[in-house]
């Protein structure tokens, strides 16, 4: 914890603290979480592969980290950045601390750092390239680092979703109930065990999987999950989207709601600074009714040059970008946030449930 540790922005800006996870460097895009609670499922969230993530919250770490709360089996992110970092943890269900974690998965994170100007920054100047190094940490190495920095490839345009997919297709749950047949581009734990806690038979496929694979399965309905990256780079995914629309009931998580939308004819953007923490305002449009999400997304689906086909169902209350859309005609219905939350309120799990019970057979 006396390690000394720096981050270094893309436009120079530089932050020295001390480092509380393994040794070495990691270049990833600087973005800020504004959630209060659930530290273990942002850094566990494959949606975070190639970020940096600035914990808004400025106390992490208190309650340590247990198998249960992951949601995949190791950390993703490229480093993290707080506060202030507590190493002994306090909470009964605590079996070992974040940094324990960390190290293990060879994950560069710093704390001691003033997280509110790097947060105000990033709002400013938005979203932008950084490294964070245990091991280049005096002014002297701002150079050298800044060299790696320039190198290093944007996350716009790669495809981040083939390092964190599955390699082979899973049986996750034997419900009794609809068949679902789940694309893994970085799909949380918690959408698998809430689809299993309504009974259904769950199968997990690799996010390369063909239409025509999926179909094989035979599955009553297909859910495109969460994951990181740039969707216009995930050609091979929206050409699937595309062949099984009007197939099979289809459901978007986040991810999976920007290749459905870009499958139906939308465009993408990227946001300024993204929508990333688990206190995000909705509301939903037939209803009137504001829920509160947890959201991480760097893009969005730019719904202007859809159909009127496709009706936007929820909209963003603190930028008004479109977060959900459902076609008129086809059972196609996606949202940018996250209903199955972890971290989060639960405001929106009846999506997930609706889902569900449209796939029942009716009496």
Partial sequence: MNRPALLLLEDGTTFVGRSFGAEGESVGEVVFNTGMTGYQEIVTDPSYKGQIVTMTCPLIGNVGVNADDNESPRPWLS?????????RPSNWRATASLSDLLVRHSVVAIDGIDTRALTRKIRQAGAMQGILST????VGDVAALRSVLATAPPLVGRDLVREVTCTAPQVWSTGTGPHVV?????VKQNILRQLSDLSCRVTVVPASTTAAAALDLQPDGLLFSNGPGDPEALSYAITTAERLIGKV???GICLGH???GLALGGKCVKLKFGHHGCNHPVREM??????ITSQNHGFAIDFSGLSDSVEVTHISLNDQTPEGMRHRTLPVSSVQFHPEAAPGPHDANNLLNQFVAELLPTV
């Fill in 135 to 138: 091991r280049r940490c005096d």
């Fill in 249 to 251: 009931p289809l459901f």
């Fill in 258 to 260: 920007q290749i459905l």
């Fill in 79 to 87: 480093g993290l950045v707080v506060r202030e970092y507590i190493d």
């Fill in 182 to 186: 789940v694309y893994d581009f970085g």
């Fill in 286 to 291: 037939a209803s009137g009714r504001v829920q």
